[in-house]
C-alpha cells in the first residue's frame, strides 16, 4: 500500500481565503507531482518537484504555488482562492529508481470555493 | 492532438462477465510506455498494469491483462471475471522515452467509467 497522505480531504471556503493542501509521503521518493483533475475528466500536471528545492511548473498554468523544503512534504497554497479554483487535486509520488516507475497516489483534496 | 484516445465515456457489465477498456495512444517516438490506473469512487488512483513498446508479450496482472497492438497504437485493458469492487473511473496513461530516464511526465486520457451490475 502506497504511503501518501493529503489533508484536507475535502474543503469548502470563501473567495479570497488564502489555502495550503498538505501532501506527504513516507516512502523516500524524490519526485512528486500534483494534479488537478475535474469530475470525470483526465488529470492535468500543475506542478512537480524532483527534489528538495526543486519545484517546476506543469502543462496546466495554475495560480496555486508549491514548496519542498523536506523530501517528505510538498504541500500547495492558494494566496486568493476563487470559483474557478473548485476542483480536486491529486499528489503523487514516484522513485527516481525502479521499474516500471509508476505514481502513488493520494487519496486528494477535493476543495470547492464559494 | 490528443495523445491519449479513451472513446468509452461509460460502460455497463454484468458481473462476472470480461470487459475491454480502449486505450489508443499517439507518439513518434519508439520508446514508450503505457500505464492503467483505476480510481474508485474515493479519490486514490490506483496502479493496475504497465506495458512497454519493446515488450514482446502483452503484460498481465491477476485478472487484468493489456492487448497491446503496437502497429495499430492501442493498448486495451481487459478484465477478466468482472467483479462490483471494479466499478470505477479507469485512465490509460502514457510515458514517452526510455524507462530509465525517470524525469517523465505522463500523459493522461479522459478515462473511462466502468459500472459492474449484479
Known amino acids: 500500500e502506497a504511503d501518501i497522505y493529503q489533508t484536507p480531504r475535502y474543503l469548502v471556503i470563501g473567495t479570497g481565503k488564502k489555502i495550503t493542501l498538505e501532501c506527504s509521503q513516507t516512502m523516500g521518493h524524490d519526485k512528486m507531482y500534483w494534479y488537478q483533475q475535474d469530475p470525470g475528466m483526465e488529470l492535468h500536471l500543475i506542478h512537480y518537484?524532483?527534489?528538495?528545492?526543486?519545484?517546476e511548473k506543469g502543462d496546466l498554468s495554475s495560480e496555486s504555488t508549491v514548496s519542498r523544503i523536506r523530501t517528505e512534504h510538498f504541500p500547495l497554497t492558494l494566496e486568493s482562492a476563487r470559483p474557478s479554483h473548485t476542483s480536486q487535486y491529486l499528489c503523487?509520488?514516484?522513485?527516481?529508481?525502479?521499474?516500471?516507475?509508476?505514481?502513488?497516489f493520494g487519496e486528494g483534496s477535493r476543495l470547492t470555493v464559494l | 492532438a490528443q495523445k491519449i484516445t479513451q472513446t468509452q465515456p461509460g460502460m455497463f457489465v454484468q458481473e462476472k462477465e470480461a470487459v475491454t477498456l480502449d486505450c489508443t495512444y499517439d507518439t513518434s517516438d519508439p520508446s514508450y510506455g503505457l500505464f492503467w490506473y483505476k480510481q474508485p469512487s474515493s479519490g486514490e488512483m490506483i496502479f493496475l498494469i504497465y506495458?512497454?513498446?519493446?515488450d514482446q508479450q502483452n503484460a498481465t496482472e491477476g485478472r487484468y491483462s493489456l492487448n497491446f497492438q503496437k502497429a495499430r497504437k492501442s493498448a486495451n485493458l481487459v478484465i477478466s471475471a468482472s467483479q462490483l469492487g471494479d466499478s470505477a473511473m479507469y485512465f490509460c496513461a502514457m510515458r514517452e522515452g526510455h524507462s530509465f530516464d525517470s524525469n517523465y511526465q505522463l500523459i493522461w486520457g479522459a478515462g473511462t467509467k466502468l459500472i459492474i451490475k449484479p
Open positions: 506495458q512497454g513498446s519493446y
Open positions: 503523487a509520488s514516484k522513485t527516481g529508481t525502479g521499474f516500471p516507475g509508476e505514481l502513488f
Open positions: 518537484s524532483y527534489g528538495v528545492n526543486s519545484t
